[in-house]
Structure formats: structure tokens, C-alpha cells
């Protein structure tokens, strides 16, 4: 089973800011198989960002996704209010599907 | 609009059965491949079960392997999650979710599940 390590747990930031979070796999993971979702307090999630860099229908271009291998980055270039939220990687390898643990943007 | 809504949650007792259902709209249930995916009290998302489009296969998470199966009748465009011998552990929230391309694109908004004696 691939585990997926999101970094930092938490990340406190500033509307405006930039903010860049990981997602490390403990085995090589095909980029067409990576995925990034939000999710909001009380809401499901929300697929943000698929194939490690395209963008889901109507997500924002301030959201960008990057990454091969073993390491993958999501990247808010402007943090706009409802951003903040917690943020999955997700992948698929070996008839399995896993979750990071997640990564909370909280507003500093 | 493309759409997902689970249903069947409740308290149920350790040991005894349940299951939840997921009806699609929006639509062509029988084209896509679906999820369960739980989230616990807290915590972050784990993914269950899927099964293909076809029903051709199924594949579950170790945790709930041999306990819980996941079916679809397409005639209702609906999914299903049987979860059996339940544990204080399979409570959660579960949530439904369309595959595309091997990730979740739709997600329902999920549905309570509690284990209590």
C-alpha cells in the first residue's frame, strides 16, 4: 500500500499569501493517478486538482498542482478568504486508493 | 445536475449490520466506476470500497475486507455499502463518490454512521 505524507499538518496564513503545501508517497506514484480535494468544515470534499497539475471544472487559477515521482506540491498563489480549509492528496496504485492525512490552512 | 445523495445512516448496535445507499442523478450511472469513502469523528478521509462500472470488479480496504460489500443496481442508479459485523471503529461519515479516471470527481455529502451499544 502507497502511504501518502502531507507537510505541514498546519499552515497559518494571511489572506493574500502564498501558500504551498506537500504530499510525499512512500513509493513512486504515476502523476495521471494524483489527486488534490478540499474540503470545508461540515462539507464533503471537493476535487480541486487531478493528474497532478490540471484543474477540476471551475476551480480558480490561483490553484496549481505540481509533482512527479514520489513528491507533489499544491500551490494557492493568493489565499482568498475561503481557502481556508483542509486540503487531501489522493491517489491510486495497486487496486488501492489512499488519502494523505491532510494538510489545515488556517488563517493566522 | 450531476448529483449524489446517501442515505441509510443511523446508531446501530457493535456486531450488527447496515447498509447505506447512494443515489446518482445527473448522469449516466452505469458509464462510472463508484466509492465509498469514510471520514471518523475529527479525522482524515479513508477510502473504502469501489467497484467498477461494469461491476466486473471490486476492491475494498483491508479494514473493512470480508465485513462490508459494496454493490450498484443501475436499473436505480443507485450504490450500495452492506457493512456487517460493525465495529465502534466504522463510525463515521461515509461518502459516495463518482471515479473518473481512478479519482473521486463528484462527491455526495455524506452520510452518519454510529456504532453504540
Known amino acids: 500500500e502507497i502511504v501518502l505524507t502531507q507537510s505541514p499538518g498546519t499552515l497559518s496564513l494571511s489572506p493574500g499569501e502564498r501558500a504551498t503545501l506537500s504530499c510525499r508517497a512512500s ?48 500551490t494557492i498563489s493568493r489565499l482568498e478568504p475561503e481557502d481556508f480549509a483542509v486540503y487531501y492528496c489522493q491517489q491510486f496504485g495497486g487496486s488501492l486508493w489512499t488519502f494523505g492525512q491532510g494538510t489545515k490552512v488556517e488563517i493566522k | ?59 475494498y480496504a483491508d479494514s473493512v475486507k470480508g465485513r462490508f460489500t459494496i454493490s450498484r443496481d443501475t436499473s436505480k442508479n443507485t450504490l450500495y455499502l452492506q457493512m456487517n459485523s460493525l465495529r465502534a471503529e466504522d463510525a463515521a461519515v461515509y461518502y459516495c463518490g463518482r471515479d473518473y479516471n481512478f479519482y473521486m470527481d463528484v462527491w455526495g455529502k455524506g452520510t452518519t454512521v454510529t456504532v453504540s451499544s
Request: proline fraction near 5%; charged fraction near 15%; aromatic fraction near 12%.
Open chain 2, 1 to 59: 445536475q450531476v448529483q449524489l445523495v446517501e442515505s441509510g445512516g443511523g446508531v446501530v448496535q457493535p456486531g450488527r449490520s447496515l447498509r447505506l445507499s447512494c443515489a446518482a442523478s445527473g448522469f449516466t450511472f452505469s458509464a462510472f466506476g463508484m466509492h465509498w469513502v469514510r471520514q471518523a469523528p475529527g479525522k482524515g478521509l479513508e477510502w473504502v470500497a469501489v467497484i467498477w462500472y461494469d461491476e466486473s470488479k471490486k476492491y
Open chain 1, 27 to 74: 513509493q513512486s506514484v504515476s502523476s495521471n493517478y494524483l489527486a488534490w480535494h478540499q474540503q470545508k468544515p461540515g462539507q464533503a470534499p471537493r476535487l480541486l486538482i487531478y493528474g497532478a497539475s490540471s484543474r477540476a471544472t471551475g476551480i480558480p487559477d490561483r490553484f496549481s498542482g505540481s509533482g512527479s515521482g514520489t513528491d507533489f506540491t499544491l
